[in-house]
């Protein structure tokens, strides 16, 4: 029994250094850089991730409070329930006491690690895989092209949808 415990641990753990090792060119620099597209299509991050983590972080910096509306919209819109501002996602907390580059990218980090654990679960006890297909079908899903290509892409809101 504690050997199996043992290696259960042991595979979460390893579904977490994993997205560490595979992001560490984005987590051990200073100052960190942020995950971009090497294309020329663009990305959400600089145009919609970015600014609203900013604002975010300077105005619960200056006044305590988090932010729920945005002013600088048109005549304003909400952030407390938009879907691509998840302000009710813990890891998402992580914008208002780090610096932003380094919080999203954590947050992509733990976003990784929490789906491909969550895959592994569900293929282990639901579906009643062996601990083995188990590991490599949560692998598979966890580090999948879509994936790296939402993150790329800047649509942050579906990693943590996933996650």
Not at 48 to 64: M, W
Not at 76 to 92: D, E, I, R, S, T
Not at 103 to 116: G, H, Q, Y
């Amino acid at each position: 029994m504690i050997a199996m415990k043992l290696k259960t641990i042991a595979i979460y753990f390893t579904f977490f250094l994993l997205p560490v090792i595979f992001f560490s060119p984005y987590l051990f620099r200073y100052p960190q850089p942020y995950i971009l597209p090497t294309s020329d299509l663009g990305t959400d991050l600089t145009r919609e991730v970015i600014p609203t983590a900013t604002y975010l972080q300077d105005i619960f910096r200056s006044t305590g409070n988090i932010a729920l509306w945005r002013p600088y919209l048109l005549s304003g819109a909400p952030l407390a329930g938009h879907p691509v501002f998840p302000l009710l996602y813990p890891p998402y907390w992580l914008v208002l006491a780090l610096p932003i580059s380094l919080a999203l990218n954590l947050m992509a980090v733990l976003d990784f690690a929490w789906s491909t654990a969550g895959m592994f679960l569900l293929l282990r006890d639901k579906f009643g895989r062996s601990t083995l297909a188990s590991f490599l079908g949560a692998l598979v899903f966890g580090f999948s092209p879509r994936w790296v290509g939402y993150l790329s892409g800047g649509h942050w809101s579906m990693l943590a949808a996933v996650a």
